[in-house]
Nanobody, 120 residues
Framework: QVELVESGGGLVQAGGSLRLSCAAS????????MGWYRQAPGEQRKVVAL?????????YYANSVAGRFTISRDNAKNAMYLQMSSLKPEDTAVYYC????????????WGQGTQVTVSS
């Protein structure tokens, strides 16, 4: 079991920046994939960015955020980050931290979410 806690959300004007953090309750070395998802009102939760355990070569960005967002993970600090720049009103959503551990039965863990609101 691993608990995930997001922080760093808030209200920002369009064009601004925010940095989200995800703190894990235990070592993330063995977590195969960590990622950020977001859910806007009335919409399904969607992937924003993923970071595998294979270094920078295992990073994925949704088309809508590529070039504006940067995902990183710090195994030494048991943390993951999402640097968001050039924010747009359509980035407004609750952002969730996710961890996936592969095994005989895969395990999925979610944080409670942090609200990001971008005003126009």
């Amino acid at each position: 079991q691993v608990e995930l806690v997001e922080s760093g959300g808030g209200l920002v004007q369009a064009g601004g920046s925010l940095r989200l953090s995800c703190a894990a309750s235990k070592s993330i070395v063995d977590i195969n994939i960590m990622g950020w998802y977001r859910q806007a009102p009335g919409e399904q939760r969607k992937v924003v960015a993923l970071h595998g355990d294979g270094g920078s070569g295992s990073i994925y960005y949704a088309n809508s955020v590529a070039g504006r967002f940067t995902i990183s993970r710090d195994n030494a600090k048991n943390a993951m980050y999402l640097q968001m720049s050039s924010l747009k009103p359509e980035d407004t959503a609750v952002y969730y931290c996710h961890a996936k551990v592969f095994g005989r039965q895969d395990s999925d863990y979610w944080g409670q979410g942090t609200q990001v609101t971008v005003s126009s």
